[in-house]
């Protein structure tokens, strides 16, 4: 490292919080899956705003590329070096600031975790509008800059519609500043809106300001056997209409349901199997329980239904949903796919992936479930040799063919890159570029990730930026 | 107008919709306001998304450039020419397509008033998540390219969080297209919601899908007499916590209500006046009035209450707040700034603001009226000159110093410009400028609205933009 290089970082992070010891820089190196990892030139964590600044601003000037880092939950490899970048961990931003509990609103330092932020607000009786299995270890700064989602979208909507104001450091440096947190500002871009989801390429996420959501006590949740996932959705149509606080509408199928019964051990949920089975929470001031029963009641056997209010009868009736992914894991290493689907394809989709990966890649099996309110599925393929992208290329052929998104919740990364182009068109991704390189005309900020750009400045060390 | 332009604008708008006759441009040059008009070099009205695309390209290659232009119901002058600019008319993409009864969506042209895909949509049970006075004018494509808001943004979010597909035409005639209608996509940068609110500068919004919302017959209003507006700011948190369905929450105080008692010949809403007045509305499947009833109960004074569930009690309510826009009219011509206080500073604000005004501004009299649960207020001031702008920037100055918006709904347009960068920072505007220049490199589209570019090539008749 180039010893100005080194002063100037040393003097943004303070002492012990630069490091290019292979040891200290291992755990910032590889990803949650395991499936990405790769060598930082160093690992700068700067212990405030400034300090990004002042890091990205040097790094800017010596050519160092850099890979903004929050709690390293990514499922892409987004957030670990590929290629020479060093590591820009924010996780000691992480002061809770300014929580006003009668707006609900807070700001929270980019390395922040959600579940530090749930334990501030939930006593005061407010809550984060979204939840994620990671919770220890995601932090609100990698949540924007990844628009997370989440079982609760279909109420609140993903991470961006939460955000109400954001602080951020520019590519070169400068710092980008609206924090007081505004729930209507109609003056020019949206600006955090673009950083959030942009998975750390246009701007370093610092700060947030996050509107809250009531925390709702009463709670209900219905599981349903029905004959298809057409009549799921149809079901679903019906609650989103009559019932009020429809928070998660999750579906499932056969296939998984018998793993998560050999698996965990669970006694099967009904009497006889069914082709789909539908979990709906509803959330609210009041019981939920008795709409969400009369929205029930005309367009369903009540044979088919479970019904719970109680904590553990809700936590049992969610195990058959939520224990998916660990009972896929005890049966093999599956691929991961994320997909949407517009809502009227969803169910023909469903269909049809499964006879063409029987053609693509005979042998592999295909476990459905997901967030069908937002026309969200996983699909896990068991069965196919880890490298072999055959299966992957299938299934995301088919969404793009029926109009979906390759990646509904995980983002881009490095990992969906080549699929990219399959599902935005050469003028989306025309502007998106134009953008990348209006914002970061060095290519400093997480380069190679989303997509790969040539004609930018290669980051070479070099002194002038021009 | 040069003749090869001509013929390609007449391919692209067929006989009849490419005219510069002043007669029949003339009401594409003034917007409902009254105070912005200008003159078009010609007016254009393509059928279709080709038609749009083909009257971008060829104006782009010309050197002419274009003011998009919905129902022209802006307040900010943002959608009639200024200075040589063309008009560009959304008017005829007036096509509803793809209504989905079970998911709730539905794809609407840019022309498409709302009023008319209200009347779509409601027979089956859904509705448009944003309402607005204008809405027999009112175009879905200006809507989006505005962020339009309303009084339901505390429940269903502005125009932008309703978008979940768009198509739009570039600078550069291309198409950028993603209709599907897609809840979650995590794949790439969020152009949907860049452009809403962009408003008309970075491409032009030609067709959208939107997710609507359930209808919600059953209502319950009350109008509560409190002893200040953070009184009525603490009524609404406990309201926001405790009932369900929380669609308005409205405030006014004494001037602008005895304004409207006397204009508009209304009997007085309680026995003695009160320092500020909220309006709360919830809506659900089922009655919301006991939980709304139970919410006020422990915090407010029964005599100072009054609850309506009928559609005309609910109506009378609403009339001291709606009637207001005319009341003030009436008195005199106002200025009208519309403006967001965080929500910690709204009280604060509202204190401040008649005192900062009578010592800016001597004998001016301020009517505040707005959304309480937004933070957002409408500052009509009375009594001043119609052009001096010094009441404006008075105010103005006071929000952004409390770090709020100069423009919560109305957009900056060409009326606010002067005072953008009060309260956007310089990396801000400096960032909004790069991805203007980058989607719009000739500044063909909508220029000089939200801000003037210095160094773009300038918009004189040209073949080649290289």
Chains 1, 2 share one sequence.
């Not at 219905?222 to 429809?246: D, H, Q």
């Not at 367009?299 to 088919?304: E, G, T």
Request: proline share 8%; hydrophobic share 45%; net charge neutral.
């Amino acid at each position: 490292m180039h010893p100005e290089l080194r002063s100037r970082l040393l003097a943004a992070c303070g002492p012990g919080h630069l490091f290019d010891d292979p040891d200290l820089r291992s755990s910032y190196e590889t990803d949650w899956t395991r499936r990405f990892s790769g060598k930082a030139v160093f690992v700068a964590r700067p212990p405030d705003t400034a300090g990004v600044a002042a890091v990205v601003a040097a790094c800017r000037e010596f050519g160092v590329p850099l890979v903004p880092q929050g709690g390293n939950t990514g499922l892409v490899g987004g957030s670990i070096p590929r290629a020479g970048e060093a590591v820009l961990s924010l996780r000691r931003l992480d002061r809770i600031e300014d929580f006003d509990p009668i707006a609900g609103e807070v700001t929270a330092g980019a390395g922040v975790t959600l579940q530090a932020l749930q334990e501030f607000v939930r006593p005061h009786g407010w809550d984060v509008g979204v939840d994620l299995a990671s919770r220890a270890s995601a932090t609100i700064g990698g949540m924007v800059a990844t628009n997370a989602g989440g079982v609760r979208v279909i109420r609140y909507g993903p991470m961006r519609h939460q955000v109400i104001g954001i602080e951020a450091v520019l590519a070169d440096g400068a710092v980008l500043a609206r924090l007081p947190g505004l729930l209507k500002d109609n003056t020019g871009y949206d600006l955090p809106g673009l950083l959030a989801g942009s998975e750390g390429t246009l701007a370093v996420v610092t700060r947030v300001r996050l509107r809250l959501i009531p925390a709702r006590p009463a709670r209900a949740v219905a599981l349903l056997g029905l004959p298809s996932l057409a009549a799921a959705l149809e079901v679903l149509g019906a609650v989103r209409r009559r019932a009020p606080g429809l928070e998660a509408a999750e579906v499932f199928f056969p296939e998984g349901l018998d793993l998560v019964l050999r698996h965990a051990r669970l006694a099967a949920p009904f009497p006889r199997p069914h082709a789909c089975y539908l979990l709906v929470e509803c959330a609210g001031a009041d019981d939920p329980a008795p709409a969400l029963a009369a929205a029930l009641e005309s367009s369903v056997d009540p044979a088919s239904v479970l019904f719970a209010t109680s904590r553990a009868d809700r936590d049992r009736l969610w195990a058959y949903r939520e224990r998916h992914t660990e009972a896929i894991s005890a049966e093999g290493i599956p691929h991961k796919l994320d997909v949407t689907l517009p809502a009227s394809r969803l169910a023909g989709f469903e269909a049809l992936v499964r006879a063409r990966l029987a053609e693509a890649a005979p042998g592999t099996r295909p476990i459905l479930f997901g967030h069908a309110g937002d026309g969200n599925l996983h699909v896990n393929i068991l069965g196919a040799a880890p490298d072999d992208e055959t299966p992957d290329d299938a299934v995301l052929r088919l969404v793009a063919s029926l109009g979906g998104s390759i990646s509904a919740e995980h983002g881009i990364g490095v990992a969906k890159k080549r699929w990219l182009n399959l599902t935005r068109g050469p003028a989306d991704i025309q502007a998106m570029r134009a953008i990348k390189r209006a914002l970061d005309p060095a290519g400093i900020l997480n380069p190679g990730v989303i997509f790969d750009l040539e004609g930018l400045t290669p980051p070479a060390r070099r002194r002038e930026d021009g």
